[in-house]
């Protein structure tokens, strides 16, 4: 890994699990890097569903995709990552990947929330294939609160251990409330 920032960590373990051909989706779309990872990821056979509510979030993912000729397998789609399901269907999908908080340079009133973020996880977990990941970037402090990473922690502390594993990560010596990593695997018996 060239860096240690949070989304480079998530990326390493997106790159190591998704294969050309798979469905992916990026749930909080921001500037759109997650998309452009999937979408070389998932190769021209492959499809990403990309979610923001924010148009700026959808022309700012556009020109990235269009400057980094990305391949053509991408929809935008301008909606809250709580109806991923009107978009795809349970257990198909390889890879999902959100990023709890605010718009880099975006407007910081409009954030992520629990009351929707943990309909969104719950959501993606049921569109989650077998052996498919989920990666979730917490930030929580300053302009976001914590009420959003308590409740995502309380959820995911309580997933059945039996269907999901979910591996909870820390940069525990990063002084002013740094974000954490999170990965959910869902188990092929789930």
Known sequence: ?????????????????????????DATMGNGHDTLLLSRLAGPSGQVLSFDIQQAALNATRKLLLSQNAPDNTRLIL?????MDAYAACGTV?????????LPSGDHSLATRSETSIPAVLTGLKLLKPDGLMSLCIYSGGDTGFREKE?????LKGLDCRKYLVIVSSYFNRPNHPPLPVLIRKLGSG
């Open 1 to 25: 890994m060239k860096t240690y920032q949070i989304t480079e960590w998530c990326s390493h373990f997106v790159r190591e699990h998704v294969s050309p051909g798979d469905l992916c989706i």
């Open 79 to 83: 909606d809250s990552h709580s109806r």
């Open 151 to 155: 409740d995502l922690l309380k959820l």
């Open 94 to 102: 390889s890879c999902i990947m959100f990023n709890f908080g605010y």
